[in-house]
């Protein structure tokens, strides 16, 4: 039996696994809050297929156990999954190294993916507080028997999306990505979790960077530790990943 801390191989028809092979851990955490121009459009992650191209995502955060991007159909505007990175198909499966991750970015992406989607709107500030109400984290793996949470931003009493089903996913009234708006959206969505890091800082301190970040080391500000490539300086260089 592996250690623990050795990830399952890969499932060869597993679209999460492509995209988590296609996009390893970034040194630092954060992904630059500018985004290139739009990726091809991510093929359909509900259904398995044998084409070796990984799909392509919308990527928002890329950690050692986890990825977030946006879902290619979303449910609402602002729809992100956020995938455990080794191959675990039941929660069940998840190991603790991987369910803390889990726990410490869950909230963190949640309120960069609802901030982001509300920016611009009328009334709202750049440091709205953003109640518990304002998203639904559901997690669900009928569809791709990969252990993954649908983050899904509520959009008040909008009629078309209140009609939608909330109980199976993959299926119902749902529509394709909108591409230019997916850019936009990452762009700020990348952005807000590295102001979420800094919200963690001001709150907990150093120690709460490191438990967050979950590797002993904490990010440095600008030009400080982990600054490497200036992913924290928002130069626009383009990641590795």
Do not use: Y
């Amino acid at each position: 039996m592996p250690p623990p801390s050795t990830p399952p191989n890969p499932n060869p028809t597993c679209p999460f696994c492509a995209i988590a092979l296609a996009n390893p851990p970034s040194p630092t955490r954060l992904l630059p809050p500018t985004s290139a121009a739009p990726p091809p459009a991510t093929p359909n992650p509900t259904t398995a297929s044998p084409d070796p191209t990984p799909p392509a995502a919308h990527l928002i955060l890329s950690t050692p156990h986890l990825i977030a991007f946006l879902d290619h159909a979303p449910i609402s505007r602002g729809h992100v999954l956020v995938v455990v990175r080794a191959h675990r198909e039941k929660l069940g499966d998840v190991r603790v190294e991987e369910g803390e991750a889990v726990g410490r970015w869950l909230g963190v992406v949640s309120r960069a993916v609802v901030g982001a989607v509300r920016e611009g709107e009328a009334g709202e500030g750049e440091d709205a507080d953003l109640d518990v109400g304002d998203w639904n984290v559901v997690q669900n793996n009928e569809v791709v028997p990969h252990v993954h949470f649908h983050i899904i931003p509520r959009v008040g009493d909008v009629p078309e999306v209140k009609a939608r089903s909330w109980t199976v996913f993959g299926k119902g009234q749902r529509e394709e990505l909108d591409e230019d708006d997916a850019v936009v959206l990452v762009g700020r969505m990348r952005e807000r979790v590295r102001k979420e890091v800094e919200r963690v800082r001001w709150r907990e301190g150093e120690e709460g960077v490191r438990r967050l970040l979950g590797d002993g080391q904490a990010v440095g500000g600008a030009g400080g530790r982990g600054d490497e490539g200036g992913l924290w300086r928002g130069t626009g260089r383009r990641s590795k990943l």
